[in-house]
Structure formats: structure tokens, C-alpha cells
């Protein structure tokens, strides 16, 4: 194992627990690669899965030595891949070999018998999830005899960004509370019918805070995506009327920025400043309105592949072109790296491509300066005046409909490519 070098990586500490757990899933592969080999079972293993996982092994190993190795991909984002990757590989409470002891009490009157139980798992030290613990205490009190069961976990068990900490569910003839911190059952039980009401918290990956989701263009025709009183914005009305897009651009223009005036809109957040930021040059960026555009890459719907991180912010536009022939249209709004203008992409086929979301207010006369607007996940969004238009002020997070309803996560190439119906990711680095 290659030994640090260099004495200001802080962040290097958590590289070797990143290390054995993909040390950890390579050697499961490998497992299920040998027994397919002998015992021809044919069962479905991804090399891309394996070939990840080496690159992310090369970048780590390199990076404790050097930690400007690679400096593109921070430590956070490789670490949010390798949670996803190897998941499978987490042994819960740090495995059976790690757990205390379980000492038991009993003590009998002669009427109420009292039963106290109490086991303890130690906790097991991780880069990749909170070390925080998760108590669950239930409570039964319907005869003399009465019974608390209290168990400490480490909420370790982690696959796809999402935690699942074991939490203890109990039904009884009266209501039963069972709480965690990273997720919350609840059973009731009075005579009739038992209801169970589980909550669980996501983690999001680092990505998504700094560049928001991905969705998909399809999404721009489902009633219920934008925010009530918001749209996503057009490019032209069906009349041929310059759309909200275009309504901006023009707006920008008349303020003396004909040459530069996407730079007007960018963030000026540059590298080497850590993302969120775009990579050099960033032409023109002033970002006098504080639209702030941000470059999250975009998604083809082709093949399903992750482009140009840092280099382009690419918005969903929806509505018509006036340009071929009025049609209803859908593409996005082109921010680049290299340059102070935009590019117009549209077609009047779904191609599937994915790209960052913003909306524009429908009765920008409602607004007020310091207005905001939370989504169904609890995000806030700052929202600014542009001309007569006002817009939200960073890219969407939300994975919901305004409904509630989930809005469908398709990190796979092959389902993202064959959507029918909205749908969202988030970037994934190759």
C-alpha cells in the first residue's frame, strides 16, 4: 500500500477505507467470474462494473501520493461512485465478529415481570456513511408485564445513495412508535387494522448539490414537473412570438451585451475554484443578473453517456421554433466554456438527452425581491429579476413531481435511452 507523502491532503485519510471496499466488491466479481467459469452458471456479471472500479483504485492509490492527481474528479464525487459500486460489499454493524456482547436482566415480583434487553453493535469507522447512531424504543403496556427493547446500530448499510438502517418494528394492542435518524416506522395497531408508515432519507450525492439533476426532455410535456405558477421556458409561442429564451436573450442585447450575452448569465465561479465551476476560459462570465448558470454537462439519450462536465450548462427549453416552420419543439440552451454566446439546439423529435432544469415565472407581477421556492425534497431556490422576466436562480434538485410522486431515477444507459415518459439522473463520471 502506497504511504502518504505530502502533508496537507487532509482528505487523504479516507482513501484506504475507499480501497478495501472496492478491493472488497473486485473480489466478489471475481467470484461470481470463476464459479460462471467452473460451474457454468451463467450468471450476469459487468465488466464495466470491474473496469470502474480499477480506474477509481489507479486514481485513489495515486492520489494519496499526489493529491492534485486527477484534479478534476474531487475525492467526494469518486467517493458518491464507489458507494453506488460497491454497496453490496457493507457488513452490517461491521460484521458478526464486532458485535459486544448482550447482557440480559430479568427480575421477577410477584405481579409484574419486567424484561430488559440491550444489545449494542460497535460502531464500525466509515468515509462513506454518518457515524451517527440510530436508536429504536418500543413501549407495550397492556398487562402486568412489561417490555423495552433498545438496539444501537450504525446506519452502515448503504446501496444506490441510499441508507437503510435496521430499525425494530413492534405490533401490540396499543400504538407503537418506532424512530430513527435516517429512517422512521411507524406501526398502529388499535382493534382494527395495523398501519405502517416507513420514511427514509436519502443522501444525495455530492454531484447533484453542486450541478443539480439531469432530466430527461421528455419531461418538459408532464403537467405536473414545474413548480405551480412556473414553466419550463420556451423558445417561441405557438404564434411564433419570441419565447421566454428569446425574451431574455433580446433583453440582454438591449443592455449593450450583443457579443457576450450568455457571458452576462454565467457564474463566474472558474477553475482551479472548486466546483461547482467551469472550466478555463469561461468567456465573458460576469453574471450581473445572478442567473448564475452553472455547467452540469449534459446526458445523450442515445447511448446514455455523460458529457462535458465543466465545460457546458445545457437548460431545457420546451414550446416551438419559429425557424422550422412553428413546430413543437424540445432541446435546450447551449452555455459554453469557450464563449459569450449561446447555441440553440431543437428538434421536433424526443431524442432523450438530458440536460439541467430552470423555470420562469408565469406573472412575473407577483414576485418580490427576495422571493423563493421550495420543492417537495425541502430544497430552496433563490429566484432574480431579469428585465421584465424573473427566473429561478440555480439548477432543479428535485426528485419529485409537484404531486409527490416520484419522478423515475434512470442511471442505466439501456432505460435511459428506451424512456417513454419523464424521467431524471444525475451525472455520473466515466
Known sequence: MLLPRLTNCPECASIPSLLANIDCKLNQLASALYNNTIFALNQPISAVTMLDLLNYKRILAYRICNPNYAGLYTLNMIASRVIILTGNCKTKCGG????????????????????????????????????STSTST??????????????????????????????????????TTTTSSSSTTTTTTSGGPTTTTTTTTSIVPPIVEQYGYLYNDR??????????????????????????????????????YSSNFAGVLKSTRTQPTASPSWMLPNTGALDIYGFSCLPGGFRAGSNGS????????SLLL????????????????????YSGTWNVSNSTSIENDGYSARFVKE????????????????????TVQIGTQVWTASNWKSTKYITGSTIPMLQDNTAWASASSGAMCYYTIP
Open 96 to 131: 458478526a465478529s464486532k458485535q459486544a456482547p448482550a447482557t440480559t436482566t430479568t427480575s421477577t415480583s410477584a405481579v409484574p415481570t419486567t424484561t430488559t434487553t440491550s444489545t449494542t453493535c460497535i460502531p464500525r469507522t466509515t468515509t462513506t456513511t454518518s457515524s
Open 138 to 175: 418500543t413501549t407495550t403496556t397492556h398487562s402486568p408485564t412489561t417490555t423495552t427493547t433498545t438496539t444501537t446500530v450504525v446506519p452502515n448499510c448503504v446501496l444506490d445513495g441510499t441508507i437503510e438502517c435496521n430499525n425494530t418494528t413492534t405490533t401490540s394492542s396499543t400504538s
Open 219 to 256: 419531461i418538459v410535456d408532464e403537467p405536473n414537473f414545474a413548480p405551480v405558477g412556473w414553466r419550463v421556458p420556451t423558445l417561441y409561442t405557438s404564434d411564433g412570438s419570441p419565447g421566454d429564451w428569446i425574451q431574455l436573450k433580446n433583453y440582454v442585447i438591449s443592455q449593450g
Open 306 to 313: 455523460f458529457n462535458s462536465l465543466t465545460e457546458d450548462g
Open 318 to 337: 420546451a414550446g416551438y421554433s419559429a425557424t422550422l416552420g412553428n413546430p413543437r419543439v424540445y432541446g435546450n440552451i447551449n452555455f459554453v466554456s
Open 363 to 382: 406573472d412575473p407581477g407577483t414576485w418580490s425581491p427576495g422571493d423563493t421556492i421550495t420543492d417537495n425534497d425541502g430544497n430552496v431556490y433563490n
